[in-house]
């Protein structure tokens, strides 16, 4: 059965104080990984895609990597405004197009 | 940039109302999504659209049914509302398998 698990489930960080967040996947040949940004009360917002193991993709403090089991989202010198549920997706071949499988997301505070 | 809208940022029905929520995106995407997100559970794919009057259930599509009449229009139907129906529910387009999804704003649906 297809699946992605996030870990941890919150992590609270000091401004300034870099971390990564994890998303293993478990899918039958994989399409894409995704990760979006999702703040109280909002939609998700969409980060990066990541195709292949190797990939690696960055955006202001964030970058998101790929191996061949699990996704990494490495968060440099973060600002509280960064502070947000992170989460990762994943398409994968044996399953119907577009459909993605999510994990349940990382809470991240970062404080002043 | 592309627009995904939502018609009701919050929404009151009561049980046994028939409910619709209705999904508009403006960037011609082939594939259009409903979600429900609750807490613990996170995103769960209830029906998906890769195009104009084709549909396709997702993994918990019971009580729902979905209408795509034009392509950037995707409404989804509860027939009958029940009170576990109460939910936070996205949608969302994607310009075709293997690209990323745009997300809505998201509608709190109460059902009383």
């Known amino acids: 059965e297809d699946q992605v698990t996030q870990s941890p489930e919150a992590l609270r960080l000091q401004e300034g104080e870099s971390s990564s967040l994890n998303c293993s996947y478990t899918v039958s040949g994989l399409r894409g990984l995704f990760w979006y940004r999702q703040d109280p009360g909002k939609g998700p917002e969409f980060l990066f895609t990541l195709y292949s193991a190797g990939e690696e993709k960055e955006k202001e403090r964030l970058k998101a990597t790929l191996t061949k089991k699990e996704s990494f989202l490495h968060i440099t010198a973060p600002k509280p405004e960064d502070s947000a549920t992170y989460l990762c997706a994943a398409e994968g071949y044996g399953g119907s197009q577009g459909n993605l499988i999510f994990g349940k997301g990382t809470k991240l505070s970062v404080k002043p | 940039d592309v627009k995904v809208t939502q018609s009701s940022r919050y929404l009151v029905k009561r049980t046994g109302e028939k409910v619709f929520l209705e999904c508009v995106q403006d960037?011609?995407?082939?594939?259009m999504f409903w979600y429900r997100q609750d807490p613990g559970l996170g995103l769960r794919l209830i029906y998906f659209s890769y195009d104009v009057k084709m549909k396709e259930k997702g993994d918990i599509p019971e009580g729902y049914s979905v209408s795509r009449e034009k392509k950037e229009r995707f409404s989804l139907i509860l027939e009958s509302a029940s009170t576990n129906q109460t939910s936070m529910y996205l949608c969302a387009s994607s310009f075709e398998q293997n690209y990323e999804q745009y997300f809505g704003p998201g509608t709190r649906l109460t059902v009383t």
């Open positions: 960037m011609d995407h082939e594939n």
